[in-house]
């Protein structure tokens, strides 16, 4: 996406394009604006400064590795850096009481090759990271058996990957996955 509001200043078209993705009061979105410019005077956070700003919200959470990789998916446009129309929309999709939105979400952050589904190897990734959120010690977790499990309830096809469907659907239907896999509560 990539959001043509300048560091300086919230335009009044920019203020009405974000208010209509968002559907966040325009008031609310001014004072997110100037929090965000505030911390980065930029208008742009990289992957360090996002990790420590994503801590602000999720305080008393080990969540330095979700934080990483939900760096990947707010930086829409990947150009290495997050703007704050891209913050905000990710933000209020994250944030959205529709566990189908956050779930939709989810499924982005943790298809990092951006393949349009999930393997085995990133969901271990995404599991480890998830684990450590929760401060389960991962060296005496058996992830091999962990994988199964996951892979076997959510790729109903069988074809070694998860869709977007298939890892939507899944989850909903069963909430032990939903409890481990959701990042945003």
């Not at 078209?13 to 559907?23: R, V």
């Not at 965000?36 to 208008?43: T, V």
């Not at 829409?76 to 913050?87: M, Q, R, T």
Request: proline share 3%; charged share 30%; hydrophobic share 35%.
């Amino acid at each position: 996406m990539g959001s043509t509001i300048s560091k300086s200043s919230l335009t009044d078209k920019d203020l009405e394009i974000l208010h209509n993705l968002s559907h966040r009061p325009k008031e609310e979105i001014i004072f997110w604006y100037d929090h965000f410019i505030k911390e980065c005077p930029s208008g742009k956070l990289d992957k360090e400064k996002f990790v420590e700003y994503y801590k602000l919200f999720r305080k008393n959470e080990n969540v330095e590795d979700i934080a990483r990789h939900c760096f990947n998916a707010f930086d829409i446009d990947k150009n290495g850096y997050v703007d704050f129309g891209e913050f905000l929309i990710t933000y209020v999709a994250t944030n959205s009481s529709d566990p189908r939105e956050k779930l939709n979400y989810a499924f982005n952050v943790y298809d990092k090759d951006n393949n349009k589904s999930i393997d085995e190897n990133e969901i271990r990734l995404v599991l480890k990271s998830m684990l450590k959120l929760l401060s389960v010690d991962v060296e005496n977790i058996n992830f091999d058996d962990c994988m199964q499990n996951i892979m076997s309830s959510l790729d109903k096809n069988q074809d070694t990957k998860i869709s977007k469907a298939e890892f939507i659907e899944g989850i909903l239907s069963d909430s032990y996955l939903f409890a481990l896999l959701s990042p945003f509560p």
